[in-house]
């Protein structure tokens, strides 16, 4: 995985680690794989701080990765930001890349485009700005307008940056196989999945299901995610304390696909989610989803094949999730109708409009 191979392209991908279960690691693994199907380029992924744990999405394809061994540079050690810039820059000296794509956020996503001003590079943004943008940022439109180009994942994005290079290129995912999954015989299970915080508002989805769990005995629901420990014990307390029945929380699991394709429902309660990519894993999985329309990702993902509930609002979701368990004909529809959309963003089709920044 580690070893070099010959292309007639170099791509230096720029990320805090690969480590993580999350969208910016698992999207990193589908372009490393996509980059290197469609084009046969090379890819060096360099980390701020993987050390030595494993990779988390291991790509199908090689590549090669680059450890900066920087603890700190997020938290606005002066040391470690120069540290970063003088590795980084010695990095593209040596690597010569013809794109250099980062993802890092704060003041380290600052420095980069003064780096080697010859290489083309650019900042993929994988948040929605309706929370990450706020009043400071006027500090920073300047250098990121430095950038050949800023990357949103969809157009309602755009509202939030008050910069002239902004480019709108999706997250993609790669296809499993070509044989379609059934959807017959699935588990009566109900699935979400993400870090624990706060913005995925897993408190709504407990109300939500505490509304519901006593008239359908037969059902429950499963999140698969790690991170926030206090947050984690305050969810499990109301959990019990109102004994809401059959609601558990599991860790992150690389066998997540397996778990898509076993349940019945996906349900997703986010404050924003700029473009969630378990929404395009669950068309890939024919699993039939309920959502926020949040800001800004899930009204340009779900289409005909999953329910749009308005931002928040508890009282309508389990009225709809009530529908789609009592109604088994039309989260079968559904589920067909989410396998075939699943094309819309594959990887063969949004890797072009990558293809073309270089």
Not at 77 to 95: R, W
Request: include cysteine; charged fraction near 25%; charge should be neutral.
């Amino acid at each position: 995985m580690m070893n070099a191979y010959k292309s007639g392209r170099k791509i230096l991908y720029v990320v805090n680690h690969f480590k993580y279960h999350g969208g910016i690691e698992r999207m990193l693994s589908n372009k490393i794989d996509a980059w290197s199907e469609f084009y046969q380029d090379e890819v060096i992924v360099v980390t701020l701080n993987q050390g030595n744990s494993e990779i988390v999405y291991p790509p199908k394809f090689p590549f090669r990765l680059i450890d900066l061994k920087i603890e700190n540079a997020n938290a606005q050690s002066l040391n470690d930001l120069k540290q970063l810039y003088s590795k980084l820059k010695t990095i593209v000296k040596n690597e010569k890349p013809d794109i250099l794509i980062s993802t890092l956020t704060g003041i380290p996503s600052l420095l980069i485009p003064f780096i080697n001003k010859k290489v083309k590079k650019y900042l993929e943004i994988h948040s929605s700005g309706a929370l990450s943008v706020t009043k400071s940022w006027k500090y920073k439109w300047w250098f990121l307008n430095k950038y050949d180009g800023v990357v949103l994942l969809n157009e309602d994005e755009k509202q939030y940056y008050q910069l002239d290079n902004l480019i709108v290129i999706p997250n993609f995912i790669s296809h499993k196989s070509d044989s379609s999954p059934h959807y017959q015989n699935r588990s009566k299970t109900i699935i979400s999945a993400g870090r624990i915080h706060q913005d995925k508002q897993y408190d709504h989805l407990i109300k939500i299901w505490e509304k519901l769990f006593d008239k359908f005995p037969e059902w429950s629901v499963e999140i698969y995610g790690d991170g926030d420990e206090d947050l984690l014990k305050q969810y499990t307390k109301y959990i019990s304390t109102n004994k809401i029945e059959r609601f558990t929380f599991n860790s992150a699991t690389r066998q997540l696909d397996e778990v898509l394709s076993n349940a019945s429902l996906f349900c997703l309660t986010s404050q924003t989610e700029s473009f969630s990519m378990i929404l395009l894993e669950c068309k890939e999985n024919a699993l039939p989803t309920i959502s926020y329309d949040c800001p800004n990702g899930p009204r340009h993902i779900i289409k005909n094949d999953g329910i749009l509930i308005e931002h928040n609002n508890i009282e309508s979701f389990s009225e709809k999730l009530c529908k789609l368990i009592s109604d088994d004909e039309l989260r079968k529809e559904l589920a067909e109708n989410a396998y075939q959309n699943k094309n819309v963003f594959s990887s063969n089709n949004i890797i072009k409009r990558w293809n073309k920044l270089i």
